[in-house]
């Protein structure tokens, strides 16, 4: 754990009381606001007319950002986000785009009105840019958000934000990111919020300052440049919504679309019953040469209509897989959006009254300065937003008008990989794969995930177009396309992944790869009410493959075995060359199943054989389905070979054949009902009606629980466990005793206590 440093805590972003924060600004700034009673007495269709009028503006200043911007982030991924905020810096509207960018983009707000309102002030025409992850506004120092005050009248009104991620800011390593950094020196500096424009003026030494670290000085300037353009739209459009409608009708409907989210959040959560719910996940290598697990631990209570977030367990901050405090909330976000608030405009500053954060400083997710937090995002953020997504899952699985937005964890890590050398061009430059963006969504109570659909955290993400990636790097994609089993098994499949294949095109000289991600040892991507885990990642590096030799046959290879050469597993962590001969294959996890794969329906199964989805292997070692040679289910011999995995599962005794609807308790999830009678509340199994155990307790010493090698049980692992980490990892299953249902599935380190909470 690297020491701290003494007083590094003046920059750490966190939430603070509207109370508290006006008495930290400098007397001199005026603020706008308005009596609570406007907040409440505005009528009804103008309140909907602003309202949509201000979510259009964030869309307006999106398309700005993308029109003027040069990187491929931004016009190919839409890596990229922003928000409008009030004159406290509390979010008023946020885009659809990457969701963790603006997830602390008030943090940053607060912070510059505590620190910057006195010196060097806060004034009409500013713009203040910043990529200090530990004050907000963005997760890792390429995340660099240029935030704009808006004045009426010589009063401070509200802000508007842009953010997206820059290529390369500088640092030891290309892409700003050092895989074997134990500490923030070796990476690309973080600035604190510093006056970029001054009365609508840009200053020179400031940009020159910052253009200054880059390998790709003329891509960061476009970027900035295209920030500000997109600021000064939004400054435009709020203040010509003024004009017409009044500032203090426009900041009451500015307060109003908080209170109303945080209301109709407080309103759902009402619905589901009290409990808690808890997860653990690893990150794998915490830097080059690293082969340990390190936790992050979760537990989610709901009381209410409010839910705490507790970390409590998780491990010291190590290596370069942090993130700081803006993450971990980067994280809950990610997460709750799209899964708990889906149909709730998302006004974040009002939806984030409605939980709070517990978690000690200087662990993996909440990293003290001055921790290597270089890949924050795709690292502990992402890792923490997959248990978020769990516990919300397993949180909306008991309340059953809510099982619809119920959806397992969805691509468990993201696969980055870097490259850096010279393009087709003869110019030096750094490229980023955005093809992980289509990962496989999570499966649901009621259907599949969708394939290659996207990323959680980016609703709006994309892989970016395979001649534009062609056209803009140095090399030659041969296939981009959906891998087999890569979803996990369950009564609904999760969504399978993506994988890619490249190969150096146009360049004279070999390139520099770093790869990062998570999920190769374990799946990432857990399912629920005993659906399986997504496949886990996979990345290979093909030495001397034959490309050159097959393609000028007419032969385009499709498959890794095609390639020739020698195969090279890639570590989590790896910096490489890729020769001219060379070909780079990245794959992600997909997403995780939903329910016991032996409850699908068997001609589903035949379906997702036919269309390659599901291969022969896996229909029947995992979801019990036996095909005749035209590729029809048999029946007779299905419901056999579902028996014997039912009665293997509880070490040989027979069981009945599970059916739903046999139980009349109240539904916790496709599995486990609750029972009450006076005070006391139990769980049984809905299949069999097998009682499990009280309410609230750990019910694994109730179940059958099976360990087995991860290779064996998992369909879409390509590589055992100990090729990536020392620990013993294992597939880990907790059957019903009477029927031997499949309650919950994960991969886990051997040595972790079992739990089923």
């Keep these: 754990m690297t020491m701290p440093v003494p007083g590094s805590e003046r920059f750490n972003g966190r939430p603070v009381p509207p109370d508290q924060l006006r008495e930290r600004i400098a007397p001199t700034l005026e603020l706008h606001d308005v009596p609570a009673e406007a907040v409440t007495d505005i009528d009804p269709l103008t309140y909907e007319v602003i309202r949509h009028r201000i979510w259009s503006i964030t869309d307006e200043m999106g398309e700005t950002l993308k029109k003027m911007s040069g990187s491929p982030g931004v016009t190919e991924a839409n890596d990229f986000d922003f928000a409008i905020c009030d004159e406290l810096g509390q979010e008023v509207q946020v885009g659809l785009y990457n969701t963790g960018l603006v997830a602390s983009m008030d943090l940053a707000i607060y912070w510059i009105l505590q620190n910057r309102s006195a010196n060097p002030g806060i004034e009409a025409g500013d713009m203040f840019l910043t990529n200090d992850p530990w004050v907000g506004g963005g997760l890792h120092q390429n995340d660099a958000a240029i935030i704009a005050p808006i004045f009426v009248d010589g009063e401070l009104f509200a802000w508007t934000s842009a953010i997206c991620h820059l290529i390369d800011i500088g640092g030891a390593k290309p892409g700003s990111a050092d895989l074997a950094a134990t500490d923030v020196f070796t990476e690309a500096a973080p600035t604190p919020p510093v006056k970029l424009v001054r009365g609508g003026e840009v200053q020179a030494d400031v940009l020159d300052t910052f253009l200054r670290k880059s390998r790709m000085p003329h891509h960061v300037q476009l970027d900035v440049q295209a920030k500000i353009s997109a600021n000064q739209v939004g400054r435009r459009r709020l203040l010509a919504l003024v004009e017409r409608y009044g500032a203090a009708t426009v900041k009451a409907v500015m307060k109003r679309m908080m209170d109303d989210a945080e209301r109709r959040l407080r309103t759902r959560l009402s619905t589901v019953p009290d409990g808690s719910w808890s997860s653990v996940g690893h990150m794998e290598q915490a830097v080059i040469g690293d082969r340990g697990l390190h936790r992050i631990a979760l537990t989610l209570t709901k009381t209410g209509d409010r839910m705490t977030f507790d970390f409590t367990g998780t491990d010291p901050q190590v290596g370069m897989i942090n993130c700081p405090y803006s993450g971990m909330r980067a994280g809950v976000m990610f997460a709750l959006l799209p899964i708990l608030a889906g149909d709730i405009p998302w006004s974040a500053g009002g939806l984030m009254r409605c939980f709070d954060l517990v978690s000690d400083e200087g662990t993996i997710n909440n990293a003290s300065f001055p921790a290597a937090v270089g890949w924050a995002p795709i690292s502990s953020a992402w890792a923490t937003s997959n248990l978020v997504a769990e516990c919300l899952g397993r949180m909306l ?46 499966a649901q109570p009621v259907q599949d995930g969708a394939d290659t659909a996207g990323i959680l955290p980016i609703p709006m993400g994309r892989a970016p177009d395979v001649e534009m990636q062609e056209f803009l790097a140095p090399y030659l994609v041969l296939w981009r396309r959906e891998e087999v089993d890569s979803g996990g098994a369950g009564q609904f499949r999760g969504g399978l992944s993506i994988s890619s294949c490249l190969v150096p095109h146009g360049t004279p000289a070999p390139m520099g790869a770093a790869f990062s991600t998570n999920g190769k040892a374990r799946g990432e991507a857990t399912g629920l009410a005993g659906g399986m885990p997504g496949g886990s990642g996979f990345d290979a590096v093909v030495r001397g493959a034959d490309v050159a030799d097959l393609l000028r046959s007419g032969t385009i290879p499709a498959d890794l075995d095609e390639l020739g050469g020698a195969l090279e597993v890639v570590q989590n962590r790896s910096e490489t060359l890729i020769g001219l001969g060379d070909a780079v294959f990245v794959h992600p996890s997909g997403g995780g199943g939903y329910g016991d794969p032996l409850l699908r329906d068997p001609e589903l199964v035949a379906v997702d054989v036919r269309d390659g989805k599901v291969s022969a292997t896996a229909a029947h070692a995992v979801y019990g389905v036996v095909l005749g040679t035209d590729g029809q289910v048999d029946g007779t011999a299905t419901g056999k070979r579902r028996d014997e995995i039912r ?111």
Excluded: K
């Excluded at 880990?732 to 040595?751: F, W």
């Design 647 to 757: 009665s293997e599962r509880i070490g040989g005794h027979p069981v009945e054949r599970g059916s739903a609807g046999r139980d009349s308790g109240t539904p916790l999830d496709a599995n486990l009902s609750l029972h009450s009678a006076g005070d006391t509340a139990t769980v049984g199994c809905r299949h069999c009606a097998t009682q499990l155990g009280p309410w609230g307790r750990d019910l694994a010493e109730a179940t059958v629980v099976t360990d087995e090698p991860v290779l064996d049980a998992v369909p879409g692992t390509r590589a055992d466990a100990a090729t990536y980490v020392d620990d013993g990892v294992v597939f880990r299953s907790y059957r019903c005793p009477g029927c031997a249902t499949q309650l919950r599935a994960e991969i886990v380190p051997d040595a972790q206590p079992t739990s089923m909470r």
């Design 397 to 442: 699985d008991t309340a059953v008008e809510l099982r619809p937005r119920v959806q397992s964890v969805c691509t468990g890590s993201y696969d980055i990989v870097t490259l850096a050398g010279v393009d087709q061009r003869g110019v030096p430059g750094v490229t980023i794969l955005f093809d992980t963006m289509a990962g496989g969504y999570g």
